[in-house]
Structures are given as C-alpha cells and as structure tokens.
C-alpha cells in the first residue's frame, strides 16, 4: 500500500481512500506499512481534538455503501482478512481446475490447432487463387477494353464502306449493262411488260449524259457504245408499235375515244421515252396521229354535217320574195321575168320566213347532248339551221374537250396544245366551211 504524499491538512482523507483501495484489491494491509509524510503529526490524521470525526467516518461509509464486497462484509459481519483469505483460496482453486480443465482438452486443443493450421493453408491456397483470379480480370477487362476499341473502329469502318457503297453502288449499278436488260431490249416483244426494261434503259442514258462523274468518268467509254445499240432498238422496236397502234385507228368503224382510252394511253411511257431518247422518231409518230385523226375528225364531222342537212327545213326558198305582189302586175311585167328566168310562181305570202316558230326552242337546248343523225332520219325529223348550229357546235365542243384531255396525258402537258392545235386545225376549218356556205345561200 502506497501512501499519497500532499498537505498535513489532506493526509487523512487520501490514507483513508487508499486503505480503501487496498482492500478492495486484496493487498496485505499488516505487510504494508509506510511511515508517515514529513511534517504529518497524529493530530492531522487523527483530525482536530485527537480523535477521528465521526462524519468523516460517514462519509466513508457513504461513498463505498453500494459497493458489493464493502455491503457483503458489513451484512455478515467478518474480519476483512479472514474474507480475502478466503478469496484468495477461490481464486487458486478456481485457478487449478482451470489449468485441469486445459490439460483435460490439450487434445482438443492439438486437433484444433491442426485444424486452425489447415484452415489457414485453405485460406492461402484460395487467397493464392482469388489473387490469380484478379490478376486474369485484370487481363481479361484489358481485353475487353482493347476489343471495345476494336469495335469502335469496326462500326466506323463499316460506317464508312456503307455509305461508299451507297454512292459507289448506285454508280456502278447506273453504269452497268446487264445481261438480262439487254435480253429484254433485244428480245422480248414490245408490250407493257417491256416498259420495265424500258425504265431501266431510260435511267442509264440519263445518268450517262447528265452526271458530271459519269460523263468524266473511264467507264463512259466501255459502256456508252453497249448503251447506243440498246437505245436504237429500243427506239426502232418503239416506233414499229406505236406506228401500229395509230394506224390501227384508220380501221373503218372504229371508236376512236375507246383506242385512245383503253390502248394508247396504256403506252404513253414509250412516248416520252422517244420524246427524250429518239426525237425524230417521236416528231414522227406525232405528226402521223396528227394527220390520221385530223382526217378521220374532219371526215366524221363532214358526214354529220351533210346528214344534218339533209334534215334542215326550209324557212324560204329562192323564188319566194318578202313582199306580196300587186293583183294588176301579177300579169304584167313580174309574170314575164319569171318567165323569162325560168323561176316558178312565187307563193302567195312569205310572212313565216320572219316569225320564230320552233327556231326559239334551241336556247332551251344548249347543254344537250348532239343529235344522232340516222335516229333523226329514221323519224322523219326536221330541223330549223339554228338547231343543226347548235348540235354541230355541241359535237364540236365535246369532242375538242375530250382530244385536249388526251393530248395533254398522251404527249405532256407542254406538248399537248400544240399537238392539239395542229390536229384539231382541220376540223374546225370544216365547221367554219359549212357554216360560211349556208351564210352565203343565195
């Protein structure tokens, strides 16, 4: 037991901690003794009066009363040797079984240990492995990235040659003559199966002559000989059809609106293929369907208009005069110049000549289809001129309407007026012929 030196006036109090302290730790209290501090006297530790306070006593009993070896030895009233010896041999008895009890499990203990040592051998052989395991990541992840890499580049390449082959594709395509096209152009019969190889030719002459690659190009030269050939049987072989097809309308009875609707318009591709790839024979074709329906218009609307006369009724004749002759002079002078030329008896009035009669009905009849001839015939109708002006005229309207119409899907909308005009001329000069004799009637 160690004593804590410090002021006279504090020495008692820190002794008493500390003898405290030492029973608490079991420590031989008669074994320890320390002399007293310099300048400590019996009254100091004693406290004033030469006797100890009994509060400092409560106040030691105070402070230790919850602790249990303290609350123990109070409770049971013993000697606090006699209760530390008595620890002392529980804790060597307690000590010597547990040694006991060690040598009792040392084979365990070894099994253990063996055990424990293979542990840590397993353990090493999977940290050896694990370590290897990572070090193969570590490569494979290097890998992976190199073909990340790799890849990247391979979409770029890829990339690249696709949109070269997409240029370079088309052009080669646009350049070459395969052996089937000319098989078709050569071959085959001219039919609307023979547009799709006609397309296709259309296609290659285009590009050849307005692409500023193609017309630079080496390849223009290997294929531009193959291609002339193609275009001059295309266009021979076209021009044989089409020239067929309009002469097929000079066949006597024929309709012509059902030919135009149901055959030639059918064809109009080979048209404008000629009209860019062989111009002669377009102008060819063109004049010749100007010609036959010009001649063939002109010819039905001659034939309508000699059948419409035919049943035009007369308004006034020749000899008719629009006065009424005198009764002295009906022998005299009047009789003998009718006499004289010939000319029969002049009816005795002429006042229907002036008054409308039916003549007025015909504005009632504008939009009306056109009279046909040989039904009007059959009944034996007549007809004032006002009305054959009008039929002639409804006749002439429509079917200038429906030629226009044509012209413009058959040769394109810039060619077809002029194509009209051309073949619509005549006939027009047919009406304006009619109309201008029945004017000048005498």
């Keep these: 037991m160690a004593v804590v030196g410090g002021a006279p006036a504090n020495y008692a109090e820190n002794l008493r901690k500390q003898l405290m302290q030492d029973l608490f730790e079991g420590d031989d209290l008669e074994a320890d003794v320390t002399p007293l501090a310099e300048n400590v006297t019996l009254s100091d530790f004693l406290g004033d009066g030469g006797v100890i306070s009994l509060q400092d006593v409560d106040k030691d009993l105070e402070e230790f009363q919850d602790h249990d070896v303290i609350k123990g030895i109070l409770e049971q009233g013993r ?157 021979t072989k076209v021009r044989e059809f089409m020239l067929a097809k309009v002469y097929a309308l000079k066949r006597p009875k024929t309709n012509v609106q059902i030919i135009q609707q149901s055959v030639l318009l059918k064809y109009k591709y080979f048209m404008r293929f000629l009209r860019l790839h062989g111009a002669d024979v377009y102008m060819e074709i063109r004049s010749e369907y100007v010609n036959v329906l010009s001649r063939i218009l002109a010819s039905h609307f001659r034939t309508y208009l000699g059948a419409m006369e035919k049943m035009q009724a007369a308004v006034a004749g020749p000899t008719d005069v629009l006065g009424a002759p005198e009764a002295g002079a009906s022998g005299g002078g009047g009789a003998g110049l009718g006499a004289l030329f010939g000319k029969t008896a002049v009816r005795a009035t002429t006042e229907a000549t002036f008054s409308l009669g039916e003549r007025a009905a015909v504005l009632d009849q504008l939009d009306k289809p056109a009279i046909i001839p040989h039904m009007a015939e059959y009944e034996g109708r007549k007809f004032p001129y006002e009305v054959i002006f009008r039929n002639v005229h409804k006749l002439l309207l429509d079917t200038a309407t429906s030629e226009f119409l044509f012209c413009a899907d058959f040769f394109d909308e810039d060619e077809g007026l002029p194509v009209f005009r051309d073949m619509f001329g005549p006939i027009v000069a047919v009406v304006e012929g009619d109309l201008a004799a029945n004017l000048q009637l005498p």
Excluded: W
């Excluded at 990541?137 to 391979?154: A, D, P, Y």
């Design 79 to 235: 000697v606090v040797k006699e209760y530390a010896r008595e620890i002392d041999d529980k804790l060597r008895t307690v000590e010597l079984e547990s040694i006991q009890d060690y040598i009792q499990e040392s084979d365990n203990m070894v099994a253990l240990h063996d055990q424990i040592k293979t542990c840590d051998t397993i353990l090493s052989g999977m940290e050896q492995l694990l370590a290897k395991f990572q070090s193969e990541l570590g490569k494979v992840g290097e890998e992976i990235r190199q073909l990340q890499v790799q890849s990247q580049s391979m979409g770029t390449k890829l990339r690249n040659r696709r949109a070269a082959e997409t240029q370079l594709g088309a052009f080669i395509e646009q350049l070459t003559v395969s052996e089937e096209l000319v098989e078709a152009i050569m071959d085959n019969e001219v039919n609307e199966e023979y547009m799709e190889p006609l397309v296709s030719l259309d296609r290659k002459l285009r590009f050849l002559h307005e692409d500023a690659v193609a017309r630079s190009s080496l390849a223009r030269r290997d294929i531009e000989g193959a291609l002339e050939k193609l275009r001059i049987k295309a266009v």
